[in-house]
């Protein structure tokens, strides 16, 4: 019966198993005492089997109260271990917010606290570096300094590989924070010893207050969170206190970031094309193409807010990918064979993958010929330019492909750019042609750059065109090509497909 029982342990908790064997106990017992006293009358008889069964009964209690006591023990053991991070033995992140929670029941406005969350800057690198035996020394070390810090250990946190939570109580005034602040900073910025070798570190710091970010656990950790992945994209090594205007955009940024791969597979990216046009003829040279996501809660989000974010990602190599191999089938279809398309390349893509291979490979692919793609890259792709992108370009420009150099003017502004690489043409940028009609100096600039290009071979194209006084300040500058929304917005042209040039020459003719 035991083994039996023993056997289904899973099944049967080990006090239900030593209650069965006490009841089986106090069933033999009573045999026996039948069997010993079958010569006393029947009232001893029962008398002694009572007695025995009770005796039995309450040995199978303190049995069962030990063997319960133990199990409880182990039970809180057990919750310790999930309580408490097993590398530093701080709270973990749900007990961190247990805690929080707690504490915010018994806090009012007259209670304040700091909600820190700090991230160890480039840890990964560090683990790469000293090995994760050495790098886990530096976590732990880090950990203790942290809980140095908080008023009581239910305060210090690990929520994450490297990222750590504290709560530190100030008396609400900005003395206060700035000194509690300068405390942390001291503490954790002093060397640590892995090995007998000193490392510095380096941390990102999201800060948020109670009361005045925040009166729940989830919204107070969330604006710290907020806070600490703002500090890290403006460049580690940094503390940022919550901001109500800056850190619903980094929400957006997390909500857009998560979502773009998903995106991605799900065809939300597509591309608008905006038409250029030749000032000295007025027909139509090409289009530009413009990525666009049409996203499924939002509708329309423009490149300047996803750009950024895809760069960063690093999502922004496969939507290049997509933005050229559409660009390119698309322009295959047009009936108008002279038009070029124009595609914007970001200096990641430049850099980290093998544009010159990817462009033959989807020219191919596409069957476009390669004198009706146009290549735009901005100044940034200049500021730190290595052999192997000038040899891309010149590789690409050889095989008939042309160069332009986009935003001309912002940025970094040095017509020396000019001559690092022999560009087929110029892109005047929007904001010194918005402000042609009233400014000089963007005149002058303009002259300049027209002169610069035009003794250098290069075409110079304005964009930006919403006026007709611009266009006729522009065309007897001496610009080549127009771009602007006076010529016509960029559209989807799957709703708008391309009109027939010699429409288009009219309008232009009639605008000029
Ligand atoms: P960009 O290359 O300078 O593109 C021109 C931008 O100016 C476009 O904005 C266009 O819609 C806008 N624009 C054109 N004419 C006018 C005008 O007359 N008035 C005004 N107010 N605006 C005009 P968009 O499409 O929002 O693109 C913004 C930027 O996003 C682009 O600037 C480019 O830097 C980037 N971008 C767009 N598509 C791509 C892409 O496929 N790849 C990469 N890497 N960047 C892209
Ligand atoms: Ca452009
Ligand atoms: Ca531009």
């Not at 009358?41 to 089997?49: H, L, R, V």
């Not at 046009?277 to 007025?282: A, D, I, L, R, Y």
Request: proline residues 3%; negative net charge.
């Amino acid at each position: 019966m035991i083994g039996f029982l023993a056997k289904y342990d899973r099944l049967f908790s080990k006090e239900i198993i030593a209650l069965a064997v006490l009841l089986l106990a106090n069933f033999i017992c009573a045999v026996i005492v039948s069997l010993l006293f079958k010569d006393q009358d029947a009232e001893t008889k029962s008398m002694i089997q009572l007695a025995s069964i009770a005796i039995i009964s309450m040995l199978s209690c303190i049995v069962l109260l030990q063997m319960n006591n133990s199990r409880v023990a182990a039970v809180q053991a057990m919750g310790t271990l999930v309580q408490r991070d097993k590398l530093t033995n701080l709270a973990s992140r749900e007990v961190f917010q247990k805690n929080l929670a707690k504490h915010l029941s018994k806090c009012d406005e007259n209670d304040p606290f700091i909600l820190l969350m700090v991230d160890l800057d480039r840890f990964k690198e560090l683990n790469a570096f000293l090995g994760y035996n050495a790098a886990d020394l530096i976590l732990q070390q880090f950990a203790e300094r942290l809980s140095q810090l908080a008023e009581t250990e239910e305060f210090a946190a690990r929520i994450g590989g490297d990222e750590f939570a504290l709560i530190i109580p100030y008396d609400g005034t900005k003395a206060s924070l700035q000194a509690r602040i300068r405390d942390l900073f001291e503490t954790i910025y002093k060397t640590y010893m892995c090995n007998k070798q000193s490392v510095e570190l380096t941390v990102s710091t999201g800060v948020t207050l109670f009361p005045d970010d925040g009166r729940d656990p989830e919204g107070l950790s969330q604006n710290a969170y907020f806070a600490l992945q703002r500090a890290k994209k403006e460049g580690h090594n940094r503390l940022c206190c919550y901001d109500e205007v800056a850190d619903p955009k980094m929400m957006d940024y997390h909500f857009l970031s998560q979502d773009m791969d998903r995106a991605l597979q799900d065809g939300e990216f597509l591309l608008y094309y905006q038409p250029q046009f030749s000032f000295e003829t007025g027909e139509q040279t090409g289009f530009e193409a413009l990525i666009r996501w049409n996203h499924r809660d939002r509708g329309i989000i423009p490149p300047s807010v996803f750009i950024p974010i895809a760069e960063q990602n690093g999502l922004i190599l496969p939507l290049s990918e997509f933005v050229l191999r559409s660009a390119c089938e698309t322009a295959s279809k047009w009936g108008n064979s002279r038009l070029k398309v124009a595609v914007n390349l970001s200096p990641i893509q430049m850099r980290q993958c093998q544009i010159a291979d990817q462009v033959a490979e989807i020219l191919l692919e596409t069957n476009l010929e390669p004198r009706r793609l146009e290549l735009e890259v901005t100044e940034s792709l200049f500021i730190d330019i290595n052999d192997s992108i000038s040899s891309d370009l010149a590789h690409l420009q050889r095989q008939g492909i042309s160069i332009a150099l986009d935003d001309f003017g912002t940025g970094y502004s040095s017509l020396a750019y000019l001559t690092s690489f022999p560009f087929d043409k110029i892109k005047i940028d929007r904001s010194f042609v918005e402000h042609l009609a009233t400014d000089d100096s963007s005149m002058a600039i303009i002259s300049a750059v027209i002169g610069m290009g035009k003794s250098l071979n290069m075409r110079i194209t304005a964009e930006g065109i919403e006026d007709q006084q611009c266009y006729d300040i522009l065309r007897l500058a001496g610009c080549d090509e127009a771009q602007g929304y006076l010529l016509g917005k960029p559209r989807d042209l799957d709703v708008e497909p391309v009109e027939a040039s010699e429409k288009i020459e009219r309008r232009i003719s009639a605008v000029a």
